[in-house]
């Protein structure tokens, strides 16, 4: 017998429209459908919206996903940066807030900002924390999404471990998901532009690097959470300047945004971006340098994978064309002419909003999903208003 949960799903996947084609899809009878249906609507998950057209008689009433009831809230934590967002249930942005910020000041202040903008954020919507379905923040850093903690990060020094979902649970008691960075970007490009590829790789190319992997429409995240962690594969070992997890050679000492900044006499990967933009010719030799030594580790994720996008983000993704270039340079000198054939390489196109919005994409697939649906309406459905 299907639950409601399940019933969600064959709405939203556009299976079934009306209470009819339940009925039909699923063999329960009128009363059950109506029932689970019924449920779905009082809790806010489904609305009617408009009439269908019939053979004859009344038109019956269309289900739809009801977006507006439910809310989500999300953050996305880079090495200097913040960007807090509230969603509605199909990810579309209703408030968002950034702010300069340097995530080794450690895991307090830093979250004590989000709860403050996540409220400040509900404040200037008129909406309440009891609107708020799901909770979800991603990091620059490999994390155990199961308790909510940060693995591993070499740009966030004194948060390893620290339970960032604990953390936040204290203000909101809703699902509260934590991934990692460059997953959460590579999941909104592919919800927002690519969503008939069935395999996407994203490269983030800021202070340091890494990579997220979508395949048939799910983050691919490895064995221990620690797939596309490409900035430390060591390219040359023989090379001076020690990387940041204290090998020598990694492609992030190479190749990363920081690197080239401190090549050029600079501070940040925004500093090199203001140059080249500016037109500085060593600048964008030097940025192009570095694409096309990013683009031999790529070469190699490409014959892998035989993605069909490679998306190009973060800071030097604002380089132009001129990062970008290097990297399709090294990839196609270096594939098979057939991995690469229908391969395109591109930058991203949502910017540095692609964290919050495949961080709410994430949030919103696990707060619909049938075992959170049932969750949620066995709980109290009429609190859940
Ligand atoms: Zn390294």
Known sequence: MLTAGQILQLIRNGACRTRKELIQYTGLSRSTITDRVDRLIEAGYIHESGVATSGGGRPPSVLDIDAARHLVLVADLGASHALVALTDLAARPLAEERTEMRIERGPEPVLSWVREAFQRLLDRT?????????????????????????IRSFLMPGWDDYPIGEAMRGSFDVPILVENDANAMALGEWWSSWRESRALVLVKVSTGIGAGIVLDGRIYRGVE????????????????????????????????????AVELGQQTSQDVVRLVQAGDPTAIARTQEAGRTLGIVLATTVSLLNPGVLVLAGDMAETGEHYLTGIRESVYRRSLPFTTRNLEIVTSSLGDRAGIVGTAVLVIEHVLSPAAVDAALAIAPETRT
């Open 126 to 150: 008129g909406r309440s924390a009891g609107q708020v379905c799901g909770v979800g923040l991603d990091l620059p850093g490999s994390v155990d999404r199961t308790g909510g903690r940060l």
């Open 225 to 260: 959470e620690a797939a596309g962690n490409i900035g430390h594969v060591r390219l040359r070992e023989t090379d001076d300047r020690v990387c940041t997890c204290g090998s020598r050679g990694c492609v992030a000492s190479l190749a990363s945004g920081h690197t080239v």
